[in-house]
């Protein structure tokens, strides 16, 4: 791994409801390294998106960041005032999202919402940021751009639109993009070909991807590392192949049991019996405890601690199935 | 499973076919046009507007100019000749001015005041209806609590009261019209933005790193106007016919000034004496107006509702 672009240090957001608090990022730590493509897995409800959205200081009220610190190449961003996160959003850090139908504003053309995005962070003439504008809806493969460029968002299919918002996401070539479920959205051919646009543009950039998802399939074709996350915490992490083929927590086993194409015709789909934890009453043990099949008393009094195992991995669990991984 | 998503990625998206440019503003029209009531009522609007705003150049007479007036022309009914051989098509009132003239001129300043008041109102209501809506939280309630209280009185009982405060005159009652009708376009507004900042496209700005201004402007405003839009024509309506009535109850414009509201109370002492052209020409200038305006708004509405989109 190079040097981080991102580092996230015991990140705490927690949304103050009238129910109680809800700590739905308890205590996250990553690093990104430049280039790097990272998966964050997790169900619905786990924090991944809110993850997402404290790095660039938008974690919607009640929802607020109580602890922890956020560094992109270097600076601080947690405590940051509105005024100086903004020209961090857009042009260091970018953000792109699942639904492409409802990101683009419906009545603001191509160009205008592309210029002002420009004109916003940097003091250029709006001749020169169409030009800029032009040149990024090329890279990201849309073809006559003069065309689309003077077109409304309804003009556009599902993936031309998800193309539109990545060519956005690309305008400064930031350090970092992070995708929440861009593809999720699209159907699968379409959804190849982003990956493998996104894959080709960070690549040529080097921008680094911080991919959330809840799709495993996705994550295997696309990053080098993946983290999974369960109850606001990261609860295994490391290199996307290891994890895949040997994971060490019950619950990244559980998902990736839950694969369609990991079962066998005719029998019931395999699943991860129970629901996620309401987030305001987690107890004192593993949040997982009780869905697991390998859970004791230990892990319902005492909640694990992220442990290594082996340079690059590590596993929020008082069994690891480090047996399986052994074994396989 | 890696597999599966590395193959096949073909580079750029040309399947992907040219739809047609029909611009919003384009189907907006067309859709606009099916109803030809609604049409018929755009192009009144369009020629009463016309004829109330080139009212010096068509109106034969100048009613304000008291020597084109004369008192023993007062009270000819429609289609009497004048003493200088000028003929009333819509007969005179009891100053002796022709009446087809002051309903030009009348128009022009109820037009004036109903669009300017409305227009004035709508600007205001629609800053506080949008920042209460994006501020939310304490400033949101404080302000529609305020928006509810003078929701809770009618309209013409509030402009009442100003104007027995204030007093008479075009730029009082302009006054008293904002200040009567701005709550409904903050409620209107508030509505419409809190849904619109709810969504995707508003949180991808704010992501983007845009100003908080460039997205409540920019992005959430436009997204708001269609009810805005709608609003804001059936209220004109309502603040033509809100003049029309102080002016009739004597609380609105001076004498000098006369509106169709005016013309209709001076009119109305000589209903019962048979003169009904004096109040019922201008009644009828008023009638259409408020009609015409009301038939483009509701056809508006239909168009632009999108949970009644063909």
Known sequence: MSAAVLEVRDLQTHFFTKAGIARAVDGVSFTIGKGELVGLVGESGSGKTVTGFSILGLADPPGRIVGGSITIGGAELVGRSEEKLRPIRGRKIAMIFQDPMMTLNPVLRIDAQMIETIKAHEDVSADAARERARAALGKVGIASPDERLAAYPHQFSGGMRQRVAIAIAMLFEPELIIADEPTTALDVTIQAQILHEMQKLCADSGTALLWITHDLAVIAGLADRILVMYAGRIVEEGPVDDVLDHPLHPYTKGLIGSVPSQNVRGRPLAQIPGMTPSLLHLGTGCAFAARCPRADALCRSEAPALTSHGPDRASRCHHPHLDVAAAS | ?310
């Open chain 2, 1 to 310: 499973m890696k597999a599966t998503l590395d193959e096949a990625a073909p580079d750029t998206a040309t399947v992907e076919s040219t739809l047609p440019s029909d611009g919003p503003f384009r189907r907006f029209w067309s859709d606009f046009f099916e109803s030809r009531i609604a049409t018929l009522g755009l192009v009144a609007i369009i020629l009463i507007v016309i004829a109330a705003f080139s009212a010096p150049l068509i109106a034969p007479q100048d009613p304000y100019d008291l020597a084109q007036v004369s008192v023993l022309d007062a009270r000819l009914p429609p289609g009497e000749v004048s003493m200088d051989g000028y003929t009333f098509w819509l007969g005179t009132d009891g100053a002796g001015r022709d009446l087809w003239s002051a309903i030009l001129y009348g128009l022009r300043i109820s037009l004036s005041v109903g669009v300017m008041s409305g227009f004035i109102a709508l600007l205001v209501g629609m800053v506080v209806g949008l920042t209460a809506a994006y501020a939310g939280g304490r400033t949101d309630a404080l302000i529609m609590r305020v928006v509810d209280l003078q929701l809770s009185f009618p309209a013409v009982l509030v402009a009442l009261m100003l104007l027995a405060i204030l007093g008479k005159g075009i730029d009082k009652i302009i006054i008293a019209l904002i200040v009567a009708q701005w709550a409904y376009y903050a409620r209107t507004v508030r509505g419409s933005a809190l849904v619109e900042r709810s969504k995707d496209y508003v949180e991808a700005a704010a992501c983007l790193g845009l100003s908080h201004s460039r997205i409540v402007f920019r992005h959430i405003l436009p997204n708001c106007l269609p009810p805005l839009i709608v609003v804001g024509t059936v209220q004109t309506a309502h603040a033509i016919a809100l003049e029309a009535t102080l002016s009739f109850l004597g609380v609105g414009l001076p004498q000098t000034e006369p509106s169709l509201g005016l013309l209709i109370a001076n009119g109305f002492d000589y209903m019962l004496s048979g003169r009904y052209w004096i109040a019922v020409f201008p009644g009828v200038a008023l009638l259409v107006t408020i009609v015409s305006i009301n038939l483009v708004g509701d056809q508006l509405r239909d168009v632009l509702n999108p949970r009644l989109q063909r």
